[in-house]
């Protein structure tokens, strides 16, 4: 082994040494200034985050002002993902971000694509942090004061596309356009001088050719990957950047000093810089391009807003933006007309589609006192409605933020992306250095063009990118769809976390029924029809405020029966009524009002008994001292929740049913919807122990209800799904909101679920598998065995075909469709 060999060698281990120090010796945190008590600090964006690691102190608020002095979709979010924080950064502006950190820790703090990186250290009584807590949720939240709305960020965010999309083709006509000719020259020479021109083979003219193409084409690479090496973090564009500059380096040397160098290693390698970067570029564009389209669901949802509504004030009436209007404004809405705000309907009638909202494809009839939501589509009829919500308060305001949230969460599976990215590119980098000594100390002549040649190919093939993009782009797209199909998720880890459940757990009111009493059966006994019964019960109930009152009397109207005026009416408390119906006397109660007042009640009891079997609350009637028959009301089951629960035990899902019912009323129910497993009698403060318990028993649990009382067992759960038609606080514990209140959705968010955690999946078998692949291949591990080498340039074309694998990959769920809606489109 010659002196020269050995120096390599030793050169070798060196740079490989410091490799190691240079990328991962600690860092020098910047301590934020403390000032009126609040934690101020400032950080660059351009390239990477300078400073890169910021400290501050626990419990005292904090605000980071991102200056973002570059373009592109890697750093125009900022996302911290354990203290679920996150904000646009629009180009070349300054944005501030503020939470208050309540746990002490290191946080990373990431761009939307966690291409670059940064630590947030919180420390306690002086002490510095080394480790986040086990658990952080929840312990900070974004100022939304300083986040742009919705359709500011969307509006930035495509203009920044539209502007990059521009730039990368007309950087990539360039390239193609001065490196073909070069490419041509080198390709074709080997056939014969007469198939290429002498003068493109001209190192001098090559040089020419493929300089603007080295410094122009390829300026957003180099800038980016010098950039980040400086911040001591390194990329994808790094490996390029160092790869090229190291091809074309030599080229120009040779070119310049070609006799200084012997003959045998005279080769120039300006056909490969020209051909990576331009194919590079080309795989960049068409990224672009296919990246824009996995934010359609916001740019939708957007679209959906109305711009203007015609407001009535006074006597005037007028057509005024959407912004101007004001809650309590009274707003008239045409047939075909978009209903501007959340509001509540004073008069008319009319079908409406909410679909685009809730995912439910057939429309709702509204009338006075419903309520509708902004962005839906009034249909058949005219209404006159009172805005209750306007701005950022209506539903699909919160919608957008929810999936703007969603689609910024880290799910926990990107954490093996993440752990894998931290060390990809030194490894890559130390893999070049080691492919250099060894092909220069072992390699067939010309040692030194084959050692460059080689290490320059690990360099360009290896992919980052596909790994930091293989998690994000599926949960942009997941998310999106839920949001299309009515379900609202609050977090990629729930995301996640929906397909690995086994057991789902459903409260009986207001999920598995309707929520309220209705009528169910008119049994007569005496002379009377069923309906001449209903009207003269339904007339004696009609001034009780009893929940079951009320039903009886909403049963007499369904049916369109009149109900006739009342005197004489007397509340027994306890048993029921007694009333003068259009002559008649009327009783309505229990068998003990009808046994005082000297009936005989036997046969009455005996229906009684067996509409209470069947889960139903009975009401003994008796007309002119006659027993007249039988009422029942119950809470009945909704429409669709049979065939909802029969889909989720097709998933392979154990249904079980909590309630607080008593069995005989919980088992009527259970057998109807066909649920095995029933749990009754259950307190309401009792129903996250029973959640515990089951997850005790090794289940992984959804727990999906709609009440103030559902909410600890939803917090508790290891997805809470809440009803979107049932109350604010059920929905602010649950991860996943249905918001059309179909049982439905739980299955359809399931499903959607799994597929987006199997596209992810295939996302990083895509990646892990060609670099696990590549970069040995690159390396020359099989020139031993075959003589096998891998040119740059097609190191270059198999790089942005990773890239494209996953972007394309996650397109696909684009496609996916709700199995509610599989059936509409067949």
């Excluded at 120039?268 to 960049?284: D, K, N």
């Excluded at 955690?757 to 031993?784: D, E, K, S, T, W």
């Excluded at 709700?818 to 509409?824: A, F, I, Q, T």
Aim: proline residues 5%; aromatic residues 4%.
């Amino acid at each position: 082994m010659s002196n020269v060999d050995v120096a390599v060698l030793l050169g070798a281990a060196l740079a490989v040494g410091g490799l190691a120090w240079y990328f991962f010796a600690p860092r020098r945190a910047q301590a934020a200034v403390v000032g009126e008590g609040v934690q101020r600090v400032q950080v660059t964006v351009r390239g990477g985050y300078n400073p890169s690691v910021v400290q501050v102190r626990q419990g005292i608020p904090v605000e980071i002002e991102f200056d973002r002095q570059e373009t592109g979709d890697c750093s125009a979010r900022v996302v911290f993902p354990d203290l679920h924080v996150s904000a646009a950064l629009p180009a070349h502006q300054r944005t501030t971000v503020r939470f208050t950190p309540q746990q002490p820790g290191s946080f990373a703090f990431t761009c939307a694509m966690n291409m670059i990186s940064g630590t947030l250290l919180v420390t306690s009584n002086g002490e510095d942090a080394s480790s986040p807590p086990a658990e952080t949720r929840g312990n900070a939240q974004a100022d939304g004061g300083s986040e742009p709305a919705a359709a500011e960020v969307e509006a930035a965010q495509a203009e920044e596309r539209r502007t990059e999309i521009a730039d990368l083709t007309r950087r990539v006509a360039l390239g193609a356009v001065l490196t073909a000719p070069v490419f041509y020259a080198v390709m074709a020479h080997p056939l014969g001088a007469g198939w290429v021109p002498a003068v493109l083979l001209n190192h001098w003219l090559q040089l020419a050719l493929i300089t603007p193409v080295m410094f122009y084409v390829g300026w957003p690479i180099h800038r980016t990957g010098w950039l980040a090496l400086a911040h001591r973090g390194a990329d994808m564009n790094s490996l390029i950047t160092l790869g090229t500059f190291a091809a074309y380096g030599y080229s120009v040397l040779v070119t310049v000093a070609a006799r200084a160098f012997p003959a045998e290693v005279r080769d120039v390698y300006f056909e490969a810089v020209g051909v990576i970067l331009t194919l590079i570029m080309l795989g960049r564009l068409l990224e672009a391009r296919a990246k824009a389209g996995t934010g359609e669901a916001i740019r939708a949802l957007l679209g959906l807003q109305a711009r203007t509504a015609r407001v009535v004030r006074g006597d005037t009436e007028a057509e005024i933006p959407i912004d101007e209007v004001v809650v309590g404004d009274q707003i008239l809405i045409r047939p075909g007309e978009k209903i501007p705000v959340d509001a509540t309907v004073l008069s008319g009638q009319s079908a409406v589609d909410e679909s685009m909202v809730t995912g439910e494809s057939m429309p709702v009839t509204k009338s006075t006192g419903d309520t509708v939501i902004g962005a839906t589509v009034n249909t058949t009829g005219s209404l006159r409605v009172r805005a209750d919500k306007v701005g950022a308060d209506t539903m699909l305001a919160q919608i957008i933020r929810m999936v703007q949230q969603a689609q910024a969460s880290r799910a926990p599976i990107q954490r093996l992306a993440d752990a894998i990215s931290a060390y990809f590119v030194p490894v890559v980098i130390a893999i070049a250095i080691i492919t250099f000594a060894v092909w220069f100390v072992a390699g067939p002549p010309p040692a030194l063009t084959q050692a460059l040649v080689s290490a320059v190919a690990v360099l360009i093939i290896a992919c980052p990118c596909a790994l930091g993009l293989a998690t994000p782009l599926s949960i942009m797209v997941g998310t999106g769809k839920g949001a299309r199909a009515g379900i609202l998720i609050r977090s990629a880890e729930a995301l996640e976390t929906a397909h690995k459940l086994d057991t789902i757990v459903l409260d009986k009111t207001g999920t598995i029924t309707a929520g309220k009493p209705a009528l169910t059966d008119v049994v007569v006994t005496g002379t009377l029809t069923a309906d001449e019964l209903l009207c003269l019960v339904a007339a004696a109930e009609a001034d009780s405020e009893h929940p079951i009152a009320s039903a009886v009397v909403a049963g007499a109207r369904d049916r369109g029966i009149e109900l006739p005026g009342t005197t004489d009416f007397l509340s027994v408390t306890g048993k029921g009524v007694k009333a003068t119906v259009a002559g008649h006397t009327v009783l309505v109660g229990n068998a003990p009002l009808l046994a005082e007042n000297g009936l005989d009640t036997t046969e009455l009891e005996r229906i009684s008994a067996d509409l209470a079997a069947e889960g139903k609350t009975p009401i003994l009637a008796a007309v002119d001292g006659q027993p007249s028959g039988v009422l029942a009301v119950a809470d009945i089951v909704k429409d669709d929740s049979v065939a909802a629960i029969a889909a989720l035990r097709t998933l392979g899902l154990q249904v079980v049913m909590i309630t607080g019912d008593n069995g005989r009323t919980a088992d009527s129910i259970a057998r109807q919807v066909g649920i095995e497993r029933v749990l009754a009698e259950v307190l309401p403060e009792h129903k996250a122990g029973e959640i515990s318990r089951l997850q005790a028993e090794g289940r992984r649990v959804g727990m999906v209800g709609d009440g103030i009382n559902d909410a600890p067992a939803l917090a508790q759960a290891d997805v809470g799904l809440a009803i979107g038609t049932g109350t604010d606080v059920a929905i602010e514990a649950a991860d996943i909101t249905l918001i059309s209140g179909s049982l439905s959705g739980v299955a359809t968010a399931i499903q959607l679920s799994r597929a987006t955690m199997r596209n992810i999946r295939q996302n990083l078998f895509f990646a892990l598998v060609y670099n696990a692949v590549g970069i040995p291949l690159a390396a020359g591990l099989l020139y031993p065995v075959l003589e096998l080498r891998l040119s740059p340039m097609i190191a270059a074309g198999a790089m942005a075909l990773s890239s494209l694998s996953v972007v394309g990959n996650a397109n696909r769920l684009r496609n996916w469709i709700p199995p509610s809606r599989r059936k509409l489109v067949r």
